[in-house]
């Protein structure tokens, strides 16, 4: 069994690697004796022409030079190929390059009298088991089991796809995605951009760490647990996390299809703030609801008109962020308080953020996990440590009767309701707009102990939405341990026992956002307005 799973495994290697050698000119990475830290590798393999692609440009800033046709659209696409063609030898982000498929897409696109779309000739990236466009496509999700299955239509990418897009490269997620680190059987370890001995995060990491060496402008992941927020923090980048049934995910490859107590959320990940809004003007111009009538209906941007009301999270109340995340609340939140903004503690002592993990974590495998675990032993797939950890590890995860399922279900609701009450006697005379918060207790870790989700899902239990955007970076000097401090639990304990400052030296620091359900409107907005109070444009 064990040689047959590999074989599998081989063949879909192969494939990978074929993709990549159609680069021209080749391109050649020596893979041993990399830097640490990989930011420095693309310039000393592209030309200057390629670094300047796509290196100087935003989002919006490139589209406008593709739309006025000084540039063309094949240039930047074969820039952004060679680019993540390094990132790939460099992190191992990538499942598949799509050389052809991009070059094709990208000369009809310059044939064209005039520039269509919103989007046009704008290379995205996209998370392997989201499927692609195009014929023969397939998708395996990670799973062994699923290597050679054919994908059709995904509804967002087909969205982006009208709207004038080039489809250049496939990225990696980690076995069963859901781990906030990016391992599986299939296509190995990515690496962190910034330093090889920490994760890029996940389930999105092979994004994130091909959008934080730039080999990518603009991309899309998904999120149930943190895999948007999560990696793009890790990796010091852009990323939104909407209220479900917002964004359309249709068409998308996973596990356990037809569940409905814990849903996930495609969005955006990408190198500025202006990318996120622009990607949700997009799919909104399309009226997806139209499509996937379980959609809420219509966005409406949204302006303050007054200066935010913020509350900070300096810690859940389970596990303390370590001193380089403290730092950069400290940081924004002096930057808002000196913009006029109203600043005051969100206080998670009595918020039972424990108790919202175990329902989550019980609503993520209402079977015990054991369609996810049997996919893997019918395969003869290696159960990695995180996947173990995930399913087998948790205390609440069993399999559930149809009655406590109910129950559950039951629990997840009135937990938002006591929360929603929470924000509202919180608010006092004037409703907190936004919570400032960490997306993680730390800095990207180190491989295989990204073991506590809480800074993340637990606003997936609440289905709030989330924006990620990067502050600063861990500095050894102005970060030291605290050696007086006493974890709280044995959680806190292995938390707090990862940090040391030379281990995170230059890893990005992130901060997050968050609103109210269905009030992604003004989580985006929100994101303006504090990213101005820190004197960016």
């Known amino acids: 069994m064990a040689s047959s799973w590999e074989s ?129 496509v397939v998708s395996n999700a990670s799973y062994v089991a699923w290597i050679g299955q054919a994908h059709g239509s995904c509804q967002l990418y087909d969205i982006l796809w009208d709207a004038g897009c080039v489809y250049f490269a496939r990225t990696t997620q980690p076995q069963t995605i859901m781990h906030l680190e990016t391992n599986s059987n299939i296509y190995g370890r990515t690496l962190n951009p910034y330093n090889r001995n920490l994760t890029p995060g996940g389930s999105s990491g092979g994004e994130s760490a091909l959008i934080g060496m730039r080999g990518s402008l603009l991309g899309v992941g998904g999120d149930i647990g943190g895999s948007i927020r999560c990696p793009a923090a890790h990796c010091g980048i852009y990323g939104f996390k909407p209220t479900c049934k917002r964004i359309p995910s249709g068409g998308v490859r996973t596990h356990m299809v037809g569940k409905e107590a814990i849903l996930s959320t495609l969005g955006p990940m990408t190198v500025d703030r202006e990318a996120l809004q622009l990607f949700v003007d997009v799919v909104m111009a399309s009226e997806p609801w139209l499509l996937d009538p379980s959609l809420t209906v219509g966005w409406t941007k949204y302006k303050y008109d007054k200066p935010l009301k913020i509350a900070v999270q300096w810690t859940d109340g389970v596990v303390q962020p370590h001193p380089p ?26 918020l039972q953020h424990d108790k919202a993990w175990e329902i989550l974590s019980s609503l993520y495998w209402t079977d015990g996990g054991d369609e996810t675990l049997g996919r893997l032993n019918a395969a003869g797939e290696p159960v990695l440590p995180l996947t173990k950890f995930i399913i087998q590890e948790q205390p609440a995860v069993k399999s559930l009767t149809q009655h406590e399922l109910w129950e559950r279900t039951k629990q997840r609701d009135q937990y938002r309701d006591f929360y929603a009450k ?105 994101l303006d307005e504090i990213e101005k109070a820190l004197g960016r444009s």
Not at 70 to 99: D, P, Y
Not at 475 to 481: F, G, L, Q, T, Y
């Open 422 to 526: 929470a924000w509202n006697a919180a608010s006092k005379d004037r409703q907190i707009d936004v919570i400032l918060c960490p997306p993680s207790f730390s800095a990207a870790v180190p491989h295989d102990q990204s073991k506590y989700w809480g800074y993340t899902a637990q606003w997936n239990l609440l289905d709030y939405p989330g924006a990620v955007f990067p502050v600063t970076t861990v500095d050894p000097e102005k970060d030291p341990k605290d050696q007086t401090y006493k974890p709280k639990n044995a959680q806190d304990e292995f938390c707090y026992s990862l940090y040391t400052p030379e281990t995170y030296k230059d890893a990005p620091i992130s901060l997050q956002i968050i609103g109210r359900r269905n009030h992604d409107e003004k989580v985006l907005a929100a």
């Open 325 to 350: 995340m403290i730092r950069a609340l400290k940081e924004v939140v002096a930057a808002c308080e000196a913009a006029g903004m109203e600043v005051v503690d969100w206080d998670c002592t009595e």
């Open 8 to 136: 599998k495994v081989a063949s879909v290697r192969e494939h990978r690697d074929a993709s990549l050698a159609k680069v021209e000119p080749a391109i050649s990475v020596a893979t041993q004796g990399l830097p640490l830290n990989s930011q420095k590798v693309p310039a000393s393999v592209l030309t200057s022409r390629e670094l300047e692609l796509t290196e100087s440009y935003t989002v919006k800033q490139l589209l406008a030079k593709l739309r006025s046709r000084e540039i063309k659209v094949e240039e930047v696409t074969r820039a952004f190929l060679r680019r993540a063609a390094v990132a790939q030898a460099s992190v191992n982000c990538l499942t598949e390059l799509l050389w052809d498929q991009a070059l094709e897409r990208a000369k009809y696109l310059d044939s064209l009298p005039e520039p269509t779309g919103p989007l046009f000739g704008l290379p995205i990236s996209t998370k392997e088991h989201h499927g692609q466009k195009g014929e023969n």
